[in-house]
């Protein structure tokens, strides 16, 4: 149970939602959009944050939209873990988010959610990070479509009342070679060590990790694709040009991270560079 009472609204529109917002917000009340709500629920009753008022974006049909077009994969900010996964339209994506928590949250968690989340990880930036995909944001000005690249840096760099409506990938994206791995230090599902997704397309491979610093990075795309180097000699620049975000605490040392960055690396090229 919650420690103090909010208002909860529920809006059928884009429009809707966000004049809701600004409404709220003129009488000084502080809101939150809302679409798993697992972050927040659990927040809340460890009452680690407060607000007024809830808009919950799951009543909008744009947010709910999951659907394969003749140009784009249109995924919906209020769609869950497990609607993407077992979509499986996008096979980077899926395995992605299929190894998020557990499957009975993965129901739960939406992928709006995740990557506006505090928690640090947000693995379901990874495949959009290495992908030049568009993100439709509602704005003062209406629906607008952004580069996903320019809205996400750590977590998602909304300005007041904005919030993600859908992201959208380029088709020719969908189906590439890939590789998905996930390190922890304990069970499969715990909170993980590194997380990397990597790609390759028209014989370049780009990939990004989360676990190594304080927020999802895109690995640097030069050194990656550096074929003049031996491998060893790659995953050693790798890490050097990195050196400076990798962080060290209780589930590894900065060091312990190189080792399992250079392992994951080393398996990447075995799985791509042949691709």
Do not use: W
């Not at 409404?23 to 679409?35: A, G, H, I, R």
């Amino acid at each position: 149970m919650n420690s103090f009472d909010f208002d909860y609204y529920k809006p059928d529109t884009l429009e809707e939602a966000f004049k809701c917002f600004e409404k709220l917000d003129s009488e000084f009340k502080t809101v939150l959009y809302y679409s798993g709500g697992t972050e927040i629920i659990s927040m809340a009753r460890a009452e680690s944050i407060k607000f007024h008022a809830v808009i919950d974006l799951k009543g909008i049909p744009e947010c709910n939209n999951l659907e394969l077009g003749d140009q784009n994969l249109v995924i919906g900010s209020a769609q869950t873990l497990t609607s993407i996964s077992e979509s499986n339209y996008f096979p980077l994506m899926s395995k992605t988010v299929s190894r998020i928590a557990d499957h009975t949250i993965q129901g739960k968690i939406t992928i709006g959610g995740n990557l506006a989340g505090t928690i640090i990880y947000r693995e379901a930036s990874l495949p959009l990070l290495i992908t030049s995909c568009q993100a439709r944001v509602m704005t003062q000005n209406g629906l607008q479509e952004i580069p996903f690249s320019q809205i996400f840096n750590g977590r998602l760099q909304l300005k007041k009342g904005e919030f993600l409506v859908q992201i959208l990938v380029d088709r020719c994206d969908l189906q590439l070679p890939y590789i998905h791995v996930k390190k922890t230090k304990m069970d499969k599902i715990d909170y993980p060590l590194m997380t990397m997704a990597g790609r390759k397309k028209n014989g370049f491979i780009q990939a990004a990790v989360s676990g190594l610093g304080e927020f999802p990075i895109i690995l640097p795309f030069d050194q990656l694709n550096n074929t003049s180097l031996a491998v060893e000699q790659r995953t050693t620049q790798i890490i050097a040009k990195l050196s400076k975000f990798i962080k060290s605490d209780i589930l590894g040392s900065k060091g312990y991270r190189e080792f399992v960055l250079n392992n994951i690396l080393i398996q990447m090229y075995a799985n791509l560079e042949e691709a």
